[in-house]
């Protein structure tokens, strides 16, 4: 094959690749063979990689300058013009001369290098066993949100040997960013050094999108608590007699089919307690993928049909009954939702360890009132044992057996309820919680204003939820 003279000062021999691994310079060294090629012998420190156009478009930008690379195949042809391409991109590229064919040195066997899938990480978390997450983005991003218990090492630092160290012998290894692409070449800088490290399939994006369900109750109705795990989101199937309502429901509506289906229920209605701000609200296309009927409330002004919750309207599920109760303050609109006198379902009017912050738009004063009277007349009028259910979490508040609550008792406790009037609204206008990140689109999108992909509802809701006084 002609590898052209563009190629020809990028080739190295098999002494200047055995320098550079022994070496603590930084390198990338990738295998270009098909994957079980790789498997069956490879160059210790090298990683499988396939030079397709998604790699060129997603991997090959996040490489930090400065980084040697060297490509490795079977003979030497195919690297060399890769090494070519990404040479004229403006990274140091090399190419093994003579391939695997001119290598003596020695070969280790492994199968290449694999993602994690969110889940699977989650699961991996939940095991107990020594492990630890590397976020490789930049500290201000890292600040901004990240998996809690995760460590930030930018990735431009994995490839000094100091911060090696700080996750040697920690256990499993995985490597985290926003789209999963820079963590791969995270996952890449450590194998030079022997960490066989994991990288997140889809990033904090695909992170932001899962959901876990944990059993409330199922003693009278069922309930059922759905977590969208990287948003802290929560939302609720309640079952009772085979049929279920579904509140505040998120993306993807096909994880409510499967929760439900596995407690014999079948969804028939579908509520949002308020016009979200923080999350796409799944409401419409739950209800039409399940052939359920969608009510909202009749306060907040949405521009699409549905039937309309009035303060006081019931809803029946099999033997429990819903009733609406107007709880404005967070929205103007915002409902809460009473099971059988027993549970009420607060939306974001009030957390576990929280009160939820007014309107994330104008009049936050007049809000501030609203909630203050909506809490004390309306919430904490419950007794004591009434079980709270928001729809949101901060990252303080631990769950009970995965499962986020508290009691109108335990609220009453809350420093915020605490407050007369006039502090209380003080104290909620001077919070400064940042707003949540592409809220006014978010919040156009869920009042029909505007049309987005389900597929761009990921990257829309990237980041926490930011919905309480104090955004924990
Ligand atoms: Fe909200």
Redo the contacts with the bound molecule.
């Keep these: 094959m002609n590898i052209g003279h563009g190629s020809v000062g990028l080739a190295i021999g098999a002494d200047e690749l055995e320098t550079d691994l022994a070496g603590d310079g930084p390198i990338l060294v990738f295998d270009l063979r098909l994957a079980d090629e790789y498997s069956r012998g490879h160059v210790k420190g090298s990683v499988h990689a396939v030079c397709d156009t998604q790699a060129k478009e997603t991997i090959m930008p996040k490489i930090p300058k400065g980084v040697k690379i060297i490509l490795i195949d079977t003979d030497g042809s195919h690297s060399a013009q890769t090494a070519q391409m990404m040479s004229a991109y403006g990274l140091d590229a090399h190419y093994l001369r003579g391939g695997m064919t001119g290598w003596n040195g020695p070969v280790i066997e492994g199968g290449p290098q694999a993602v994690v899938e969110p889940e699977a990480l989650l699961e991996a978390m939940g095991s107990g066993k020594d492990m630890v997450v590397v976020d490789v983005r930049q500290p201000d991003e890292f600040e901004e949100f990240s998996i809690p218990g995760s460590i930030n090492i930018p990735l431009p630092d994995l490839f000094k040997k100091e911060n090696i160290v700080r996750i040697q012998g920690k256990g499993r290894v995985f490597t985290v960013c926003t789209h999963g692409n820079r963590s791969m070449v995270g996952a890449f800088a450590l194998a030079r050094s022997g960490i066989d490290a994991l990288s997140l399939a889809g990033g904090l994006v695909g992170w932001g999108q899962v959901l876990q369900s944990h059993v409330v109750t199922r003693e009278g109705p069922v309930i059922i608590q759905v977590e969208k795990t990287g948003k802290g989101c929560l939302s609720y199937i309640v079952g009772s007699e085979g049929q279920a309502v579904v509140i505040d429901p998120v993306y993807p509506v096909e994880k409510y089919l499967e929760f439900a289906s596995r407690e014999g229920l079948e969804i028939k209605k579908v509520l949002d307690t308020?016009?979200?701000?923080?999350h796409v609200s799944a409401a419409r296309d739950l209800a039409s993928v399940s052939g359920a009927r969608l009510h909202m409330s009749r306060y907040e002004g949405y521009d699409f049909e549905s039937e309309v919750l009035v303060d006081g309207a019931t809803i029946l599920v099999g033997r429990s009954e819903i009733t609406a109760l107007h709880t404005p303050g967070?929205?103007a609109g915002s409902l809460s939702f009473v099971l059988d006198g027993r549970f009420v379902f607060t939306?974001?009017v009030l957390f576990v360890d929280d009160v939820?912050r007014p309107d994330?738009r104008s009049s936050a004063g007049k809000f501030a009132a609203e909630l203050y009277a909506s809490l004390h007349q309306k919430i904490l009028a419950m007794p004591d044992e009434t079980v709270v259910l928001p729809?949101?979490h901060g990252s303080r508040a631990k769950p009970a057996g995965g499962v986020f609550l508290t009691t109108i008792g335990d609220a009453r406790m809350l420093d915020m309820l605490g407050m007369d009037q006039e502090k209380f609204v003080q104290t909620v206008v001077s919070s400064t919680v940042p707003k949540p990140m592409n809220y006014e689109k978010i919040i156009r999108i869920n009042k029909s204003r505007e049309e987005v992909p389900v597929c761009e509802v990921p990257d829309l809701e990237v980041g926490p939820n930011r919905?309480s006084t104090s955004a924990a």
Excluded: K
């Excluded at 308020?274 to 923080?278: G, I, L, Q, S, T």
């Design positions: 308020h016009h979200h701000a923080d967070h929205t939306g974001d939820g994330l729809a949101h919905c």
